[in-house]
């Protein structure tokens, strides 16, 4: 079988129950490892320097170099790739988790052109399908149910509330209905925000997602709701968003 891939690898040795010497399963880091070790190539290295060892290479100089050009070029684009992902908006990156603690990341596949998006367990990037109890979420549901929790909080009377209270100690100078309808109007303009600012926003109100059998619990960043405040303030987006209602109304 011939795998171009070190992920492919951990996870077929995985499957397989293929385990290191020590016993414990193959990650890419590993794989990497033994293919940069020239111990294979019947070399030492001392002090950074590669010298002729007394043992039997079990692999030639062609393949040391057929293997190592194939790891530049596949590294060249995986990089390209990784960068294309991360700079895609992911509402809950670094924030969604299993209820027993495991990070769920972005993740994607692409079937007849069209790209399928989900958060998947971060162990199945490390060992495959198999070292995770918990498999692969679609990412579109999750994150509308999210927004939907968002949008009810920013109208939400205890919390519109709790934001007033701490904006009279920081501004005494401002009324009530500069604070509270920012928040309104954040919310009912929530759709049209581009996907990058609803993303930045999701990362200041929310300290972690939690999935469970019975739905979502979301555990909301108390601080990042008076940043948010802060952020709604008259000659900031909070006036952006009152001329952005007005033009609505008008429209």
Known sequence: MTVRSATLMAK???AEGVVTKGGKPFTKQTIYKMLHNRMYLGEIVHKGQSL??????IITQAQWEAVHALIATDGIERRRKTNDRQSEPALLRGLLFTSD???LVPSYTVKKGKTYRYYSPIKHRRFGAWASQHGPLPAVPIEEL???????ALSAPHIVQSVWDRMQHIRPDLTEPQVVLPMRNLASLWQELFPAEQCRLAQLLIERVVIADGGLEIIWRDQGWQELAGELMPGSIGAELQEWERQEVEA
Do not use: F, K, L, N
Request: proline letters at 5%; aromatic letters at 6%.
């Open 12 to 14: 077929t040795y995985g």
């Open 101 to 103: 603690g495991e990070r």
């Open 146 to 152: 999210v927004t939907q929790q968002i949008v009810a």
């Open 52 to 57: 002729p060892g007394q043992h039997q290479a």
